[in-house]
T-cell receptor
Framework: DTAVSQTPKYLVTQMGNDKSIKCEQN?????MYWYKQDSKKFLKIMFS???????INETVPNRFSPKSPDKAHLNLHINSLELGDSAVYFC????????????????FGEGSRLTVL | DQQVKQNSPSLSVQEGRISILNCDYT??????FLWYKKYPAEGPTFLIS?????DKNEDGRFTVFLNKSAKHLSLHIVPSQPGDSAVYFC????????????FGTGTRLQVTL
């Protein structure tokens, strides 16, 4: 049973389209993340939600809108896709170790490879 | 600005030998460091971590060393096994924001027979 699952795993679309990537974790964690790995292999944080509240937003264009309907789900919606959005998007989750502190041990999904043509 | 650097994109080591993967950082505020391992078509998985109050942490075949004055850490794998072949990412965070990790670009380790 997959701990952090993302769908779809592959997504090919045209510039200007709107697409969504879904993420679910069954670990009971209270914090979820979206990371982006670009063509240069940089893995960078985009967003983090703790118990459905946005706690990290790393100057991501507002075409990207995360939505957390509950603490087990964090979806990523992207409007008006651009060529530069092509990347692998990783969802992750973690559990607070206490008083808002996290150990940094993240559990990642398998990634969703987005290709914008 | 790349605050966490892994200057060796790849490393090849014979089975049974030691693998040493290096990582440098520039942000002196970083005080918690982690290594993640990634197989193709999978997400990164946590391997080992170290706090800045330590200079060494060991877990089985994996040992991480931290040299704060040099802003350098390394991961030693002894003995290396073919199943260790993967991409290894170094990551760092600032106290209180351990959920916000800054990753290096990874080093691809190949363990040959």
């Amino acid at each position: 049973d997959t701990a952090v699952s993302q769908t779809p795993k592959y997504l090919v679309t045209q510039m200007g389209n709107d697409k969504s990537i879904k993420c679910e974790q069954n670990l009971g964690h209270d914090t979820m993340y979206w990371y982006k790995q670009d063509s240069k292999k940089f893995l960078k944080i985009m967003f983090s939600y703790n118990n459905k509240e946005l706690i990290i937003n790393e100057t991501v264009p507002n075409r990207f809108s995360p939505k957390s309907p509950d603490k087990a789900h964090l979806n990523l919606h992207i409007n008006s896709l651009e060529l530069g959005d092509s990347a692998v998007y990783f969802c992750a989750s973690s559990q607070e170790a206490g008083q808002g502190w996290h150990t940094g041990e993240l559990f990642f999904g398998e990634g969703s490879r987005l290709t914008v043509l | 600005d790349q605050q966490v650097k892994q200057n060796s994109p790849s490393l090849s080591v014979q089975e049974g030998r030691i693998s040493i993967l290096n990582c440098d950082y520039t942000n002196s505020m970083f005080d918690y460091f982690l290594w993640y391992k990634k197989y193709p078509a999978e997400g990164p998985t946590f391997l080992i971590s170290i706090s800045s109050i330590k200079d060494k942490n060991e877990d089985g075949r994996f040992t991480v060393f931290l040299n704060k004055s040099a802003k350098h850490l390394s991961l030693h794998i002894v003995p290396s096994q073919p199943g260790d072949s993967a991409v290894y990412f170094c990551a760092a965070s600032v106290a209180g924001t351990a959920s916000k990790l800054t990753f290096g670009t990874g080093t691809r380790l190949q363990v040959t027979l």
